[in-house]
């Protein structure tokens, strides 16, 4: 018996006024079920449960890219998205499901996972996601991907300074990073500040909530890239982890 992940399409509308229809709703399900598969062989995620993997891995990673509880307005232009350090696919599997006429790119640098998001991206018939390996240190320069995208998306796992850097230089003038947090600090705003100057955004928005069925509070970051990022951001493998930009 497959367990059968909440619909909760009032909470959906409360929240983000909107609902999966339909198939997007298959697709979730779906999704969920590769990942618990996929965790057998992978360790993709902790979170199983149907309910835990409904608010903190689809509900979490729509509500970043919904501001304010609406969707960016740039999503329903054909933006083009980057997903870095995407892991098992989070956000940006939740997001190709949502905004179908966006395209998104899902970096990792690991393989297994990247080999992992492929299969699953062909079982979901998801034709506007596609993958790169590699990391932001590296892709950040390259000229196919820097200055190319609209929204940067990156649930951080580090410093909210390294996640500028990784982002930033890979957004067109105008572009908008979206920071996935936990906890935030006003201290971590100010050295933040200076950090986004450095690569040429501001801080646009800081967004506090709490999740629909824990109230757990978490935090979203918006960063808007107003200037060209110098050329010798971002650094070299690991520099921005070792040495954040404050």
């Given at each position: 018996m497959t367990n059968l992940l909440p619909e909760m399409a009032e909470i959906w509308q409360q929240t983000l006024n909107w609902q999966p229809d339909e198939q997007q709703q298959q697709k979730f399900q779906?999704?969920?079920?590769?990942?618990v598969l996929g965790n057998q062989q992978l360790n993709l995620t902790r979170i199983t449960d149907p309910q835990d993997f409904w608010e903190k891995h689809l509900w979490d990673s729509l509500r970043g890219i919904a501001p304010q509880g609406q969707f960016i307005p740039s999503l329903s232009e054909n933006a083009s998205i980057i997903d870095i350090?995407?892991?098992?696919?989070?956000?940006?599997?939740?997001?190709?499901?949502?905004?179908?006429?966006?395209?998104?790119t899902l970096l990792d640098s690991t393989r297994k996972k990247i080999n992992f998001i492929n299969e699953t991206l062909t079982q979901l018939t998801l034709s506007n996601a596609?993958?790169?390996?590699?990391?932001?240190?590296?892709?950040?320069?390259?000229?196919?991907?820097r200055k190319t995208y609209d929204i940067a998306l990156i649930r951080a796992v580090?410093?909210?300074a390294v996640c500028a850097e990784y982002t930033l230089p890979l957004l067109k003038h105008g572009g908008l990073a979206v920071i996935y947090r936990g906890n935030w600090t006003e201290e971590e705003t100010k050295?933040?500040?200076?950090?986004?100057?450095?690569?040429?955004g501001i801080i646009e928005s800081l967004e506090q909530f709490t999740t629909p069925l824990t109230n757990s509070i978490r935090h979203?970051?918006?960063?808007?890239?107003?200037?060209?990022?110098?050329?010798?951001?971002?650094?070299?493998?690991?520099?921005?982890t070792q040495k954040p930009l404050s």
């Open positions: 779906q999704l969920y079920e590769l990942i350090g995407t892991g098992a696919g989070f956000p940006g599997i939740p997001v190709a499901i949502t905004v179908p006429n966006c395209t998104i596609k993958t790169l390996v590699g990391r932001a240190e590296e892709i950040g320069h390259h000229p196919q991907h580090s410093n909210a050295s933040l500040q200076n950090a986004v100057n450095q690569l040429g979203c970051l918006y960063l808007r890239k107003v200037v060209n990022t110098p050329a010798s951001f971002p650094r070299g493998a690991g520099v921005a």
